[in-house]
């Protein structure tokens, strides 16, 4: 017999000091999540009540310069706001907090309402901004709409921000048949003839804090956190994003989304409010 022994115990406490390590570092991690997410929702309630009384202010009469000042104070207050939700969410992300809901949503109306809220923004830039829904897209769908919203809110934000002539174009379409007539499968697409991204940059812009290059970052406000919200959410809708884009021509950034029909609505008198109607033809924001 052949006996061969050999002394771990070095072996032993290196890889104990290891795990003791690894779980320190997890541990901070996760402090520093907690703090994040605690400090990000404790700064936003008292931006409510800056922002709020500030708008109710702005009804009072007052001079040119007061009033010119006060919308300063407003605008910064809301982008100061914005960052803090941004903060808010990777925090979240981040410690896997990130819950998904499944609630009855109109897509046509969600389309509609995250456009139009940037038709000031697109008419401020000389930009033209369209939407346009696949008629065949049913209008009572189950999803996270607030997810969905807010991609599309960095999405579309983002492609006005990166464009400075032509058109940005948000679009959602029927992308394939399912063998289940009660689930689709649509295409939201946000594209812009803007400044582009070259291909070496096209998967970085998904980390955090990535914002291009530094000359760049001085003439677009921002934070680097968007892309990377946009990609986690949709990561966790099970809706992967994928970025075309060649610079100088512009940007197409989609994502592919399964989703289920919502049952329908009981109506006041007790009838039935079909499902499967259908949106409309295509329109101009
Ligand atoms: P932010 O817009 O706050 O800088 P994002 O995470 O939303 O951060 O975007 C990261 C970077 O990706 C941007 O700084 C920009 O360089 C690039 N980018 C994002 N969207 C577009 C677009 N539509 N066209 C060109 N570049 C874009």
């Known amino acids: 017999t052949l006996t061969i022994l050999r002394d771990i115990t070095e072996n032993k406490k290196t890889r104990l ?14 402090a520093k999540n907690e703090f994040l997410a605690n400090m990000s929702h404790e700064l936003r309630t008292p931006m409510n009540a800056i922002l709020g009384f500030s708008n109710i202010l702005l009804e009072s009469p ?13 605008e910064s207050g809301e982008h100061l706001l914005s960052i803090i939700n941004d903060l808010l969410d990777i925090s979240k992300i981040e410690s896997n907090r990130l819950t998904i809901t499944h609630a009855p949503f109109n897509p046509v109306d969600l389309i509609k309402e995250v456009a139009a809220s940037f038709n000031k923004q697109a ?5 033209k901004l369209f939407y346009e829904i696949d008629p065949l897209i049913k209008n009572r769908l189950n ?22 002539k032509g058109v940005v174009t948000l679009k959602a379409q029927l992308a394939k048949e399912t063998k289940d007539p009660l689930r689709q499968i649509i295409k939201i697409s946000v594209s812009d003839t803007g400044i582009g991204i070259s291909a070496d940059k096209q998967a970085e812009i998904f980390n955090i804090f990535y914002q291009g290059d530094l000359s760049m970052t001085k003439k677009y406000q921002g934070t680097g956190l968007g892309l990377a919200i946009v990609k986690r959410f ?14 100088g021509k512009g940007s197409i950034f989609s994502f ?9 609505p009981q109506a006041p ?17």
């Open 143 to 164: 999803g996270d709409a607030q997810k969905i919203k807010q991609v599309l809110f960095n999405l579309v934000g983002n492609a006005l921000k990166f464009t400075e």
């Open 17 to 30: 000091a290891i795990i003791a390590a690894r779980d320190q570092a997890q541990k901070a991690n996760l």
């Open 234 to 247: 949709l990561d966790a809708l099970g809706a992967p994003v994928k970025v075309e884009s060649e610079p």
């Open 123 to 127: 008419s401020e830039k000389n930009l």
């Open 62 to 74: 007052m001079g040119d310069s007061e009033r010119q000042y006060l919308k300063m104070v407003i």
């Open 256 to 264: 592919e989304i399964e989703l289920a029909a919502a049952e329908a």
């Open 269 to 285: 008198d007790g009838k039935i409010v079909p499902a499967g109607e259908t949106a409309g033809p295509p329109r101009r924001v």
